[in-house]
């Protein structure tokens, strides 16, 4: 069953404006992860985060984890056009290395 | 960093025939690797976990018979998609993580995108 849902599905930024995603999921969770997708290409891992965190940053990556709301948010500051992709969350159950994802959101930035 | 080589990147095959995609630990051992299906604009569908030297796990709904791996060596998991018809026009994307602990990321492959005419 489809276990993360981001929202919004497409978002178009100027370059320079923030940049944010976020993703829902229904069960518990012993990781959430983020993944970059270029057009017909494999997915890139960007971030990780843990059950027990709440926050973590990777350059202009911020992502937050708040697991009473069952939801996640990946921010990216001072996008560029080279950000251009489709971004996905990624669940993990305890105890499994299977991921779950969620639909994507389609990041266009404007140069 | 850890890289996943699949390949081919692109294939073309006629209705009936047999396709075979190669997922490729470089530089790490993987005794699991996954495989995924992507249809256009949608996320991607887990279809099976391969386990080196035991059978793969298939998620429910997914063809055993119509879609064999085989994970024959740490570093090779094949994916074949037998008789292929046009409804199996998709791309298909393995991944493994070379960490153990289940807090690691996993590292996919580029993706083969298959067209059956």
């Known amino acids: 069953s489809q276990q993360g849902e981001e929202d919004p599905q497409a978002l178009s930024i100027q370059e320079g404006e923030n940049a944010t995603m976020n993703c829902s999921y229904k069960?518990?969770?012993?990781?959430l992860q983020w993944y970059r997708q270029n057009s017909g290409r494999g997915l890139v891992h960007l971030i990780l985060i843990r059950s027990n965190e709440r926050e973590k940053h990777s350059g202009r990556l911020r992502v937050t984890l708040d697991t009473s709301k069952k939801s996640s948010s990946l921010l990216i500051t001072a996008s560029r056009a080279a950000d251009t992709a489709s971004y996905f969350c990624?669940?993990?159950?305890?105890?499994?290395?299977?991921?779950?994802f969620g639909k994507g959101t389609k990041l266009s930035v404007i140069p | 960093g850890a890289v996943v080589s699949q390949h081919p990147s692109r294939v073309i095959c006629k209705s009936g025939t047999s396709v075979k995609i190669e997922c490729r630990s470089l530089?790490?051992?993987?005794?699991?690797m996954f495989w995924y299906r992507q249809f256009p604009k949608k996320s991607l569908m887990l279809m099976a976990t391969s386990n080196e030297g035991s059978k793969a796990t298939y998620e429910q709904g997914v063809e055993k018979d119509k879609f064999l791996i085989n994970h024959a060596s740490l570093t090779l998991s094949t994916l074949t998609v037998t008789s292929a018809h046009p409804e199996d026009s998709s791309f298909y994307i393995c991944?493994?993580?070379?960490?153990?602990?289940?807090?690691?990321?996993?590292?996919f492959g580029n993706g083969t995108r298959l067209t059956v005419t």
């Open positions: 069960t518990s969770i012993n990781n």
């Open positions: 990624a669940t993990a159950g305890a105890g499994s290395y299977q991921l779950t």
């Open positions: 991944s493994a993580s070379f960490q153990t602990g289940y807090n690691s990321p996993l590292h």
């Open positions: 530089d790490f051992q993987a005794t699991t």
